[in-house]
Nanobody, 115 residues
Framework: QVQLVESGGGLVQPGGSLRLSCAVS????????MAWYRQAPGKERELVAS???????TYIDSAKGRFTISRDYAKNTVYLQMNSLKPEDTAIYYC?????????WGQGTQVTVSS
């Protein structure tokens, strides 16, 4: 059974940093892609960053230059390093893993950027 567990969220001041982690219960080598999504109150869930099996990364425009997605095969974990955080980054962040035809989600971790 595939389980994704996010951690690392919290309250941070504008300009601060957080690193989110997504621990997966199985090898992450077969998932393509793995991604981070977020959903703010009253808004639709949106793709923040993704990484393919060959290491290609993509980011939402608002995250470019501030966020970095990475993975550790030895730990079966995907990370999202978030720097220069802004209040508009406040949302629940979800980890996602795809292996056709299945699509797996974590339970989410809250990120709040506020002074």
């Amino acid at each position: 059974q595939v389980q994704l567990v996010e951690s690392g969220g919290g309250l941070v001041q504008p300009g601060g940093s957080l690193r989110l982690s997504c621990a997966v219960s199985v090898s992450i080598r077969n998932f393509n892609p793995m991604a981070w999504y977020r959903q703010a109150p009253g808004k639709e869930r949106e793709l923040v960053a993704s990484i393919t099996s060959v290491g290609r990364t993509t980011y939402i425009d608002s995250a470019k230059g501030r966020f970095t997605i990475s993975r550790d095969y030895a730990k079966n974990t995907v990370y999202l390093q978030m720097n220069s955080l802004k209040p508009e980054d406040t949302a629940i962040y979800y980890c996602n893993a795809r292996i056709f035809p299945n699509n797996y989600w974590g339970q989410g971790t809250q990120v709040t950027v506020s002074s």
